[in-house]
């Protein structure tokens, strides 16, 4: 058997050692070696220089593998767009900064790095030659998307195909703040060997103040662990240190890369002559860049440090910009708090209108949506919203007014129907659409039109107007072709309306919009289910499990699947794994109790489903499974009572044939031969007809009785059998 390579973790504090460590016998031929210091590019530091090495032989020999992976491709290397051409555009990415009011999930950089991951794994299976290693210094500070992508890669990377040797500082990289799906030090733990770290005696760098310095100021800030070079730096006049900055700048700026603005240009020009001008303008325009595209954890970053520089006297446009595109990424990473004490800060500094309006809306999606469950508070969203709406009201511009009265009321709709009010929230919501077609007849503001169309479509859905809901999205997908999220609800719709191969179809359109969407292929597992294809339900559980290991109903689907498939071992190591994510769950412990039963051990089942019965009550499955474990213990009253309590959760067939064959086994004939009336209304199963007839001859009806058996002999040879060891004479008079 080949030795496969492994990754490495070469974790040192000084740069020149875990330099060394990269270096030391990578055991693959070196793909790239890559910087992934956030200063110098922003999001994407590491994954952009390497996508730029590698991304134009890719085009020459695999054009299709390029064109497959574009959206990933020129999100991280924005560059790429003179030779990469982009295939699906959406009203998103389309939108100018004042029309845009639909933002990215957070988890859009999550889709972005399994992306990233099948694009690596394709370049290379084509190209052959055996494995290539990654070499990569200064994860520890690596902006949080390069971070989830290496995690990712760690995780997925076929090992014959790649292997990475990532260096860190000494301690672990710390998680961002808020939920991270992919941490990177955990999957360094997990996944990589700790790598050997020389111990060096290097040549400290020579020269004089000025020309340390210099070298210091053109690595682009990220050589501060270097002593030397720093203290050199630190030395320096201020004014000739700002010049440098300057100079570096401009080079910099004169190269036309774009993802250079959302790392070392900023710095250069905030450390140069002119920080309050120069330095806020080119932290403001990075600013609105990681907003766009999603990349919160630098939006909030920069906003920050704009923050520091900014006087709100003065520059009151870009401090609220700072501000307001701070808190707009906070929302989306889950840390609403600091939202919420920001706009406090902000209110008290401001009698913008404008500005106190964005900030009433904002709080006011704050309070009724990004805020913990705990702190939701539809009161004070909706006091918030009405804020934000009579402040519209005064807005001079009636296009403007129009426009901000659409979107305002959207906001409320938002907060109606999280405080029970849906009949209020579609009026709303179609208000706002009614008057953008009234009052803006010249196609601005397509985005929010098709955002507005979106959500009365959800409402319609929620009110059970299926046929109203589809128009809308059928609208919306017109508009907006391209956004995968309409596609997938779309589908999900459609199989609601127990259309599931044209939901199939919208699950695979959605597919081929976005870089990999575990909700989309899970979907499709579902629908392929409901249609009967096993193989390929098991197939995209399994491929949702691979882009998320977190995502607990793929267990649980996929386990059932297995159970039902008799194999038993892969069943129960789905519901263990599903348990590690999710200890308690009650669905999977059902499952546990299921396989137990298979196991033949009916006490240690009853002990797995009565937990999950504690805490899911209403589990019909949990009382079925209970029951088949209480009558293997011979209990039968109770088997039955749990029949009887699971045919109150939920009619189904199976579970009201097992529950006449227990009333009949107690005597109670009459009450089996309802049950079975009832199943075989349902199912058309000669077993049903064969169990009523037994009940129906202990009752004495015995013609009843002699319909079912005939119908059973004519169905199925081997109970022709038992009808003639139970009624001979019925076959034969039958002949």
């Avoid at 910009?321 to 004490?341: D, N």
């Avoid at 699947?561 to 200890?583: C, F, I, K, N």
């Avoid at 227990?662 to 004939?669: I, N, P, Q, T």
């Amino acid at each position: 058997m080949v030795e496969l390579p492994n990754h490495h973790w070469i974790r040192a504090d000084h740069p020149a050692e875990r330099r060394a460590g990269l270096v030391a016998g990578p055991d693959a031929t070196v793909l790239a070696v890559l910087d992934a210091h956030r200063g110098l590019r922003g999001p994407y530091t590491a994954a952009g220089t390497l996508l730029r090495q590698i991304v134009p032989d890719a085009l020459t020999r695999y054009p299709d593998l390029v064109h497959r992976h574009d959206i990933e491709i020129l999100s991280v290397a924005p560059e790429l767009r003179a030779v990469v051409p982009a295939s699906r555009e959406t009203l998103t990415s389309l939108a100018v900064p004042t029309e845009r009011t639909r933002f990215y999930s957070r988890l859009r950089t999550a889709r972005l790095a399994n992306g990233l991951t099948e694009f690596l794994h394709g370049y290379l299976r084509r190209l052959g030659g055996g494995p290539r290693c990654l070499l990569v210094d200064n994860l520890h500070q690596a902006d949080p998307t390069d971070q989830e992508l290496f995690a990712v890669l760690l995780r997925r990377a076929d090992r014959a195909r790649l292997c990475l040797h990532l260096a860190t500082a000494a301690d672990p990289p710390a998680d961002p703040p808020g939920p991270v799906p992919f941490p990177l030090g955990a999957a360094l733990a997990r996944y990589a060997a700790v790598g050997p770290t020389p111990t060096l005696d290097a040549e400290p760098p020579t020269g004089d103040d000025e020309e340390l310095a210099r070298r210091y100021v053109w690595r682009d800030g990220v050589a501060a662990d270097d002593p030397v070079l720093l203290g050199a730096y630190q030395r320096l006049d201020p004014a000739r240190r700002a010049a440098l900055h300057d100079a570096r700048g401009d080079e910099l700026v004169g190269t036309g890369e774009e993802s250079l603005r959302l790392g070392a240009v900023p710095y250069h020009r905030e450390h140069g002559s002119d920080p309050t001008k120069a330095g806020v303008a080119s932290l403001y325009e990075a600013l609105f860049v990681g907003l766009d595209n999603g990349f919160y954890h630098a939006t909030v970053e920069l906003g920050r440090r704009g923050l520091a520089l900014v006087d709100p006297a003065t520059q009151p446009i870009p401090w609220w910009a700072f501000i307001t595109k701070m808190t707009t990424s906070l929302s989306a990473l889950g840390r609403g708090e600091e939202a919420i004490e920001l706009y406090d800060e902000a209110r008290a500094r401001t009698t913008d209108p404008t500005q106190q309006r964005q900030a009433a809306y904002a709080t006011a999606m704050l309070y009724t949506r990004h805020l913990g469950a705990d702190r939701h508070n539809q009161r004070l969203a909706r006091a918030w919203s009405n804020i934000a709406i009579a402040l519209t009201e005064a807005i001079e511009d009636p296009t403007e007014r129009a426009f901000q009265s659409a979107f305002q009321r959207n906001g409320l709709a938002l907060v109606a129907t999280h405080d029970g009010e849906p009949d209020e929230a579609l009026r709303l919501v179609e208000d706002g659409i009614d008057r953008l077609d009234r009052e803006l007849d010249d196609g601005r503001h397509a985005l929010h039109r098709s955002v507005l169309r979106h959500n009365r479509s959800m409402l319609h859905l929620g009110a059970g107007r299926f046929e109203a809901a589809l128009a809308d999205l059928d609208a919306v997908i017109q508009a907006d072709p391209n956004y995968a999220e309409y596609r997938f609800d779309r589908g999900n719709l459609l199989r609601r309306m127990n259309r599931p191969i044209e939901a199939l179809a919208d699950y695979e359109t959605a597919l081929t919009l976005s870089p990999p969407f575990p909700e989309v292929y899970y979907n499709r597992g579902d629908t392929r289910l409901e249609l009967g294809d096993a193989e390929g339900a098991e197939a995209d559980f399994g491929y949702v499990l691979e882009l998320d290991p977190g995502y607990v109903d793929a267990y649980l689907n996929r386990a059932g699947l297995r159970l039902a498939a008799g194999d038993l071992t892969a069943a129960a190591e789905d519901v263990a794994a599903g348990l590690r994510v999710d200890p308690g769950n009650p669905h999977l412990l059902c499952v546990r109790g299921q396989l137990e039963l298979a196991d033949g051990d009916p006490a240690a089942a009853e002990r797995t489903l009565s937990a999950a019965l504690a805490t899911a009550p209403d589990l019909a499955a949990g009382w079925a499974a209970r029951a088949t474990a209480h009558y293997e213990l011979d209990d039968v009253p109770a088997a039955l009572a749990d029949l009887d309590r699971a045919l109150s959760l939920r009619d189904d067939p199976e579970m009201r044939f097992n529950r006449a064959v227990l009333r009949a086994a107690a005597g109670r004939h009459a009450e089996a031969v309802a049950d079975l009336t009832v199943a075989g209304e349902s199912v058309d199963d000669p077993q049903i007809r064969w169990e009523r007839a037994r009940s129906l001859l202990a009752l004495g009806e015995t013609a009843a009785a002699d319909d079912d058996l005939r119908a059973c002999a004519q169905a199925d040879p081997e109970l022709a059998d038992q009808v003639r060891h139970l009624r001979p004479e019925l076959l034969g008079a039958g002949r």
